[in-house]
């Protein structure tokens, strides 16, 4: 069988895996890695996005063996190891940006790509497109496109993150 | 999915001999091979990774935009070439399926996959765009040649896509909510090879040319110059989403967008 050897956030890992092991499997019942969700399977509703050498992708469309020597940051690589969460983590609690929760790691794998693809800005008509790709059946998108609006300008250093 | 063997060859030449195999099947971004797999419509013997071949990038001369067969849509969506050159090419790419999809899908497996509904074909047609591949050109007239068929032998692998930049194009795209994929798509174009006009999404057989379109706005470029013309229905799909009469209005109502917005 196929030998698979990637970093996942930021830890290397080397796994055997059948050719039509999807990477989102890989991640989920090889590495234990749970935060990454499969919702549809289909590739529309955006649960299983990860980042792949820092570009979001849709991690039940992608083989594993598509990702040998790739760097790959899933839900879980976002926190610090003192538990801070990442500012866009931060701002979906702030914003109110999730409701049962599911589609929350896709999204903010989703948000942080669209906000670091962006440093010159992001109108809410751009977030909206940028999010098609991730379904929420619960928030209405509202809060959602708030709480990237709001982590855009931390993430790019133009206003200072909240007092500790 | 049904297992199969993979291969990820780092030549071209390796590839095309990969591909000979009984039931090979290429795989470039993977965002249409692998749901087909999952929904075991394809079972294929042995997978064949283009990855490896080095066919992505984007090069330009005073005349042409070429892109590598491996390029994804996000790349073309943002290339700053493509968007000066030819930016209905770069519009059209920025509208296939999601930011994520775009991350992944490329031009080349788009265009070998030749699904009636994609984007590509028709920037292709109506652009008369050249199709090189490992043992020949092919001009888009005779490229596409129905639902998922086209001039590709089984074992034939597209390495790059060029394109004559046209004085004015545009594309517009009446996508279907869910799927993104087109029901009507109209791409426009005056260029080397005079007005073209190619749609996607409405007909039976793939991508066609609009020859009552092409003469109208090469008389007379102009969204008003296709009033009046209408589009037969033979030929054109009915299902779910759309009938094979709305069809042939969205054409109509697309074409005239797809004019204004050339300029």
Known sequence: ?164 | MYDFAYQKPASLADAVKALGAEDAKALAGGQTLIPVLKQRLNKPSVVVDLSRLGLSGISLTGETVTIGAMTTHATVANSADVKRAIPALAHLASLIGDEQVRHRGTIGGSLANNDPSADYPAAVLALGATIKTDRRTIAADDYFQGMFATALEPNEVITSVTFPIPAKAAYMKFNNPASRYAMVGVFVAKGPQGVRVAITGAGQGGVFRHAAYEAALAANWSADALNGITTPTDGLNSDIHASAEYRAHLIGVMAKRATAAAG
């Open chain 1, 1 to 164: 069988m196929p030998q698979v050897t990637l970093t996942v956030n930021g830890k290397s890992a080397s796994v055997e895996v059948e050719a039509r092991t999807l990477l989102v499997e890989l991640l989920r019942e090889k590495l234990g890695l749970t935060g990454t969700h499969v919702g549809c399977d289909t590739s529309q509703c955006g649960a299983c996005v990860v980042h792949v050498d820092g570009t979001s992708v849709k991690a039940c469309t992608m083989l594993a063996v598509q990702a040998d020597g790739a760097s790959v940051t899933t839900i879980e690589g976002l926190a610090k190891a003192d538990g801070t969460l990442h500012p866009m983590q931060e701002m979906f609690r702030e914003h109110h940006a999730l409701q049962c929760g599911f589609c929350t790691p896709g999204m903010v794998m989703s948000a942080i790509d669209l906000v670091q693809s962006h440093p010159e800005g992001l109108t809410e008509a751009q977030i909206r497109h940028g999010l098609e790709g991730n379904l929420c059946r619960c928030t209405g998108y509202h809060n959602i496109v708030k709480a990237i609006a709001a982590a855009w300008p931390i993430m790019h250093g133009k206003v200072p993150a909240a007092a500790e």
